[in-house]
C-alpha cells in the first residue's frame, strides 16, 4: 500500500521581475505550497481560466509585460474564485481600486510577510 499523498495549496505568483519571481516561489513552495509562476497578465488569465478555483493564494505586481496589469488581474480572479487570498503589490502608489478582500503591499515587503500571508491563505 502506498502512503496518502498530502495535499498542497496551490499559489499562483505573477511578476515580470523573474529573480523576484523565483525567489518568491522558493518561499512558498517551503511552505508547502504548490506554485504556478507567471510573467505576464496574460499567461496568468489563462491559469485563472482553467485553475481559478483551486488557487487559494495569488501575489501580483501591478506593472507586468502585456495589456493586463496586476489590478485587472486581482479583480479577475476575485471574480472567479471570490475566497481568493490576493496580494497585489508595486514599488509606486496604487491609484486604482483593488476588488474587495484583495490586499495591496508596498514594496519593499518582507519575505516574514509573505510566509505569513500565505499560512493565513492556508488556513481559510
Not at 506554485?35 to 488557487?55: F, N, P, W
Request: overall charge negative; some cysteine; proline content about 5%.
Amino acid at each position: 500500500m502506498g502512503q496518502a499523498r498530502r495535499f498542497r495549496s496551490v499559489a499562483l505568483i505573477v511578476e515580470d521581475d523573474a529573480m523576484q519571481r523565483e525567489m518568491l516561489s522558493l518561499l512558498l513552495e517551503e511552505s508547502g505550497y504548490h506554485v504556478i509562476q507567471c510573467a505576464s497578465g496574460e499567461d496568468a488569465r489563462h491559469v485563472l481560466d482553467v485553475a481559478a478555483g483551486t488557487l487559494c493564494f495569488l501575489m501580483t505586481d501591478v506593472q507586468l509585460g502585456g495589456r493586463t496589469d496586476g489590478v485587472e488581474l486581482a479583480h479577475i480572479a476575485k471574480e472567479r474564485n471570490p475566497g481568493l487570498d490576493v496580494v497585489v503589490t508595486s514599488g509606486r502608489p496604487l491609484t486604482q481600486p483593488l476588488p474587495d478582500g484583495a490586499k495591496f503591499w508596498a514594496k519593499p515587503w518582507a519575505p516574514l510577510d509573505v510566509l505569513r500571508e500565505a499560512e493565513l491563505a492556508q488556513l481559510s
